[in-house]
Every structure is written in structure tokens, then in C-alpha cells.
């Protein structure tokens, strides 16, 4: 568990280095060069600004509808994580039994635990590491899409002042600036930890503590980033949410005999 951990705060601090490089202060055009603009953050720009043209300029729906396309893009990769994520709280008992078994922290015993583990995985045909390989593999889409918010200057005029601007109001907020009223980054963070609560599969106080950490973080950014970028948060989490139920519905993380559901998770 420490190694998960440790690989998701590896992966945060990535995304929070990755948002902040490939000129995320520069306009994205046609014009662009290389391979992360001209094939990962164009397309999605252009993406938002064709269907904010056929829905009266609506950036606000755009966002939501290219939202909703790229988690149902990406919906297999979900759907593979979330059902080894729940594969893994079906054996939370016996995993626990076995720290309790091991209870003690000399290094032969300790060794003894990582057999049994790795024994009641095997069994089991569940790889506590599966769920986080969708993570890596999506990422760089979630990211693009990120710098499509960010760099394409109808919803956010910062990043090219000369552009002609019409503020782009959507309900109660500009998409080009932060909500005024605190309310969207408030709707990210619960969503956020609504989210990882459904997701949780441990009782360990690390993985708790990160399930607090990740919410205020999400509102923090949202309280100060553009609304867009926070309204696309809102509603990859609701999506997740959803999803979440309707794969692992109330018998969480259980087959119908009871047994633990390994959602096709190999240790392969």
C-alpha cells in the first residue's frame, strides 16, 4: 500500500509539473509545432470551439459535451481500474487478517507478510498495481485537455489579450476567470472526495489522509485557475461517480456468490 501511495503522489506532482510546461502561457493555434500541440491540444481546442459554434457559442457547453467524449473515450481504461479497485477491497479481511497474523516488524516476518500477500493475490488473480496503470495511460489525454482550457483564448483571454473577447458567461460564472462565489471549487471538492470514497479500498490512515489531501487541493487550483478548467473537473467526477455505482452497484466489490470480484484484474 505504501507503494501505491507513493506512486500516486508521484503521479500528482507529475501533472502538477507536466500542467505547468509546453507553453501553457502561449495561445494554441494551427500553427502549432512538434507533437504535444499539433496532436494532443489543438484537436481538443478546435474540438470546443466547432461545437461552441453550432450551440449559439456556448463555450460552457462545449466544455461539458468534450468532457463527457473523452471519459467515454477513456471508459475501458476506467472500467478496467475500477473493477481491480474493488477486486482489492473484496480482500481487504483477509489482507487485514494477515497484517494482523505478521503483526510484528522484523524483517523475516516482514518478508513472510509480502509472501502471503502475493500468495492471496495469486489466488485471487487480482494485481494490486492494475488500477494504476489506466492512470498513467490517460493521463496525458486529461492533461491536453487541461491546456486546451487553458491555452485557447475564447475561454481564457489571458493567454492572448489582443484577441477580440467576449465574455463567456455560463450560469452564475465567466469561464475566464475564477468563480466569484467559491461555489464550483467547493462542487470540485466534494465530488473529488465523494469520488475517492467510493474508490477506497483500505482503511490504511495514509491512503485516508490522501483522500482529504486530494479534494482540497482540486479547490484550491479551481479557486484560483479559470472556471472552465473547475467546470470540467465537476464534471469528470460526476462521470466518475456514476460510472463507479453502476459497475460495482451495491455489492461492492463482490460476485454474485459472495466470492471477491476480481474484474478480470490478472497478475499477469
Not at 485471487?124 to 495511460?137: E, K, R, S
Not at 490504511?204 to 489531501?213: F, H, S, T
Amino acid at each position: 500500500m505504501l507503494k501505491k501511495l507513493g506512486l500516486t503522489s508521484v503521479l500528482i506532482g507529475l501533472m502538477v509539473i507536466m500542467t505547468g510546461c509546453f507553453n501553457i502561457n502561449e495561445p494554441i493555434d494551427s500553427d502549432a509545432s512538434g507533437i504535444w500541440d499539433p496532436f494532443f491540444v489543438y484537436p481538443l481546442s478546435w474540438l470546443m470551439v466547432n461545437i461552441a459554434e453550432v450551440l449559439n457559442n456556448s463555450f460552457g457547453l462545449a466544455i461539458i459535451i468534450v468532457t463527457i467524449l473523452l471519459r467515454i473515450l477513456i471508459l475501458p481504461l476506467m472500467i478496467k481500474q475500477t473493477r481491480s479497485t474493488k477486486a482489492m477491497q473484496a480482500l481487504q479481511p483477509e489482507m487485514t487478517k494477515l497484517r494482523e497474523k505478521y503483526s510484528a516488524k522484523d524483517q523475516q516476518t516482514q518478508q513472510k507478510l509480502q509472501q502471503e500477500m502475493m500468495q492471496l493475490f495469486q489466488k485471487h488473480n487480482v494485481n494490486p498495481l492494475a488500477g494504476c496503470f489506466p492512470i498513467i495511460i490517460q493521463m496525458p489525454i486529461l492533461i491536453a485537455f487541461y491546456h486546451a482550457i487553458m491555452r485557447t483564448p475564447q475561454i481564457n483571454p489571458g493567454v492572448d489579450p489582443t484577441v477580440g473577447y467576449d465574455p463567456q458567461l455560463f450560469l452564475w460564472f465567466e469561464l475566464g476567470q475564477a468563480d466569484p462565489y467559491f461555489i464550483l471549487p467547493l462542487i470540485a471538492g466534494a465530488t473529488t472526495f465523494l469520488q475517492q470514497k467510493m474508490m477506497m479500498v483500505t482503511d490504511n490512515p495514509q491512503m485516508k489522509m490522501l483522500m482529504y489531501i486530494m479534494p482540497v487541493m482540486i479547490m484550491a487550483f479551481a479557486a484560483f485557475f479559470p472556471a472552465a478548467l473547475a467546470l470540467y473537473w465537476v464534471i469528470g467526477n460526476i462521470f466518475m461517480i456514476v460510472q463507479t455505482y453502476f459497475i460495482t452497484g451495491p455489492n461492492v466489490g463482490k460476485d454474485k456468490d459472495g466470492a471477491p470480484d476480481t474484474g478480470g484484474a490478472k497478475t499477469k
